[in-house]
């Protein structure tokens, strides 16, 4: 039998698992950053440097294995030349900090799960855009994003916070840095291979970090857990994750994989009540899952409005 007589479903279970693994090392990457902040005094500008320094270097050496012809291709014309430095200033530097940054502040759970509220400001826009009003399925997931995040930052309390204010803000301003990370690189995509503009705006993100953050000083405690951890970001959390999620988008479609990223914060909140011992208690389980049930209500609803011939 050829891999063509197998039946669709079980052609997309590999899409599946390359997608769901891909999540978990997300998810996971956040909690070993937490590690690096708490306990190995590393800070959360400097780690993002060399993030994306080594991983767009390393996806950017991927991309021209795969004799991609694009990858250079992208300097040719201005317009794409101020799209990706666009792109890569307000989109891969601001929603890899504001994410390193909330975690410092509070933990990988919790930053992880309010960065998730950045599909409701993607459909927000896209509504005043369009000038049309939301369809009833994305008035109940905005309903449930607002609740699901009172929850987490309150526990039903409205005089108290459970999470610093700053905590809460930079939390809020990752999720608008993911939103325009999604909705911002769409005419650069249609050009040139995800692997290219993703790997130039890793790295020129990092570059123009460097004279800032000076990355060779050499900053905390580094031993073999430092060590480790600082691996995992780049290979598994930034390099594989990468891969993995796109080649699982050419397999089982964008929707799909976008739904079952929401794996990401269930990883990040496991790892970090298990390995860390963050306390994450009913009221935030339940406001994770109103934001997940978010997620899922809007990839669902797009879907629905996407031309059956695309």
């Known amino acids: 039998m050829t891999f063509k007589n197998i039946p669709t479903a079980y052609q997309k279970v590999p899409g599946v698992i390359m997608v769901v693994i891909s999540a978990i090392f997300w998810g996971v990457s956040g909690t070993f950053a937490q590690f690096l902040f708490e306990e190995k005094g590393l800070e959360p500008a400097w780690l993002v440097c060399w993030r994306l320094v080594l991983g767009g270097l ?40 504001t994410y390193f940054y909330s975690i410092s502040l509070s933990n990988a759970a919790t930053a992880t799960v309010l960065q998730y509220l950045g599909p409701v400001i993607v459909v927000t826009f896209f509504a005043v ?11 109940v997931a905005l309903g449930l994003a607002l609740a699901g995040t009172f929850l987490l930052v309150t526990h039903g309390s409205f005089q108290t916070l459970v999470i610093s204010s700053q905590a809460l803000v930079w939390g809020l301003l990752s999720a608008l840095a993911l939103a325009f990370y999604t909705i911002f690189p769409e005419g650069l995509l249609r050009k040139f291979s ?23 000083e050499i900053q905390g405690i580094w031993d073999f857990e430092t060590f480790f951890s600082f691996g995992y ?20 479609g964008a929707t799909y994989a976008s739904l079952l990223c929401s794996v990401e914060p269930l990883a990040a909140a496991g790892t970090a009540v298990v390995w860390l011992g963050v306390y994450f208690g009913f009221l935030d389980w339940l406001g994770m899952i109103f934001i997940l049930t978010t997620v899922t209500l809007l990839t669902i609803n797009a879907k629905e409005k996407t031309p059956k011939n695309h």
Do not use: C, H
């Open 58 to 97: 390393l996806l950017l050496i991927y991309s021209l294995f795969q004799k991609e012809k694009d990858t250079f291709q992208i300097w040719k014309k201005p317009i794409d030349v101020i799209q990706i430095f666009l792109f890569s200033i307000f989109g891969m530097v601001a929603v890899q900090f």
């Open 194 to 216: 995800p692997a290219a503009v993703t790997g130039w705006a890793m790295f020129l993100g990092g570059m123009l970090m460097v004279p800032i953050m000076k990355p060779w």
């Open 233 to 252: 970001i780049i290979i598994f959390g930034t390099v594989l994750a990468f891969y993995l999620f796109l080649s699982s988008v050419s397999i089982i």
């Open 129 to 139: 855009k369009n000038r049309r009003w939301p369809i009833f399925g994305e008035y």
